[in-house]
Structures are given as structure tokens and as C-alpha cells.
């Protein structure tokens, strides 16, 4: 029976992963860390509600055999650049130095399809960064998933990203051969490829959203 930690379980992404762990036999702790409460009442969370930039200061309780981080914002919701990078930036990489002090060996981050610490695009360089930092730590089961423009409705109005998904729908189909990784990819897929990547030997650190579709859909 394993414990594993959340961070972003109420977010899209992070709450159908909370809910799969819930009802995965492997698991029978579930440590929730986030600033507000998923609502939900169940036997196996333990839930730490916190500033999520003080992670380091709730280092006695992030112990578990996995670590799955969900967290990420958008320009939209978060135009301040120095705030963005606090979180898509800052919060992974606590996370990540806090697996190695704590002898966590297995780490799982949703980055995006495109990070890459040289782009011109402030978005893509800052995952970019997050991940070259968290590799460069060296947590023996580090998997970083690259998903494309992730699918499903979420409980927060996304009115630009609502209008790309109606238009993804019709260009998806034709998405084909090295266009595939654009295709949309829905949260249920990216979870069931972390679950699998988390409990099965894989030596991919970086994972691109096709990829992601392919552990998910054959592993």
C-alpha cells in the first residue's frame, strides 16, 4: 500500500487524478496539498491547506512514495509574469527539492507541450526552466508530461480557451503523423498515463502529449 501527494487537486487534471487514486487498491493515503479544500470527505485524504509558496515550511509532512504535481496557471489568469513564474516555475521546483530532501524517488509533472528554456515565448520558457531545474536534480523516477491543449470543462469560465476547443475539435481528426502531438488531449488520458508511469519502469523523462496518449491508451 503506497501514500501519494497531490498538488493541483483542485484543478482540472488533479481532481479526475485524486479521484482515480481514490478508487486505485495501490494506494491507501492520499496527502492533498493546495490553498483550498477539495470538499471531499474520504478515508484515505489527509489534506494540508496552505501557502503554496511556503511549501519548504511543510517539509516534516511531504513524505509519500509518489509525488504527482498538477500545478499551472495561464496568462489569462494570471497576467502578472512575476506571479507566473512563481507558480509554474516556483512551486515544481519546491516540490521536486523537497522529493530529494525527503527521499521521494518518484515524481510526476504536468508541464506543456513546447516548454523549451529558450523560446522567445514567456510561457514556454518558464516551463522550460522549471523542467531543465527539476532534471537537474536527478530524482531517479522523474517523468515530466508535455500535454497539448488538455480537453474537458473545467468549473472556471475560459472563454479563449473554450472558443480553441470548439475549433480543436474539427482540426483533431487531421492532426496525423508528427501533427499529432496538437492534438487536444483530455485529462482522463494524462491521468492514466501518470498512474501507469508512476507504478511501471519507463526511462522517458520528457513525455510529449502523443506519447502521453500512447502510454495511456497501450501500456
Known sequence: ????IILG???LTGGVLLQKLL???R???IKLFSRKSVNISHPKIEEYLIDMFKLNDHSKNFTAD???C???TTNAKTPNKELYHKIDFGIPVDTAQLCLKNNISTLLIISALGANPKSRVFYNRTKGEMEERVLALEIPKTHILQP?????KRNEKRPGEYFFKQIMKVFNPLLIGAMKKYRTIDPETIVSSMIWLANHKFDQK????DEIYTIAKTK
Do not use: P
Not at 1 to 4: E, H, I, L, P, S
Not at 206 to 209: E, F, P
Open 1 to 4: 500500500m503506497k501514500t501519494a
Open 9 to 11: 487537486a483542485t484543478g
Open 23 to 25: 478508487h486505485d487498491n
Open 27 to 29: 494506494y491507501d493515503k
Open 66 to 68: 509518489e509525488v504527482f
Open 70 to 72: 498538477c500545478i499551472g
Open 148 to 152: 497539448s491543449l488538455i480537453g474537458g
Open 206 to 209: 520528457r513525455i510529449v502529449s
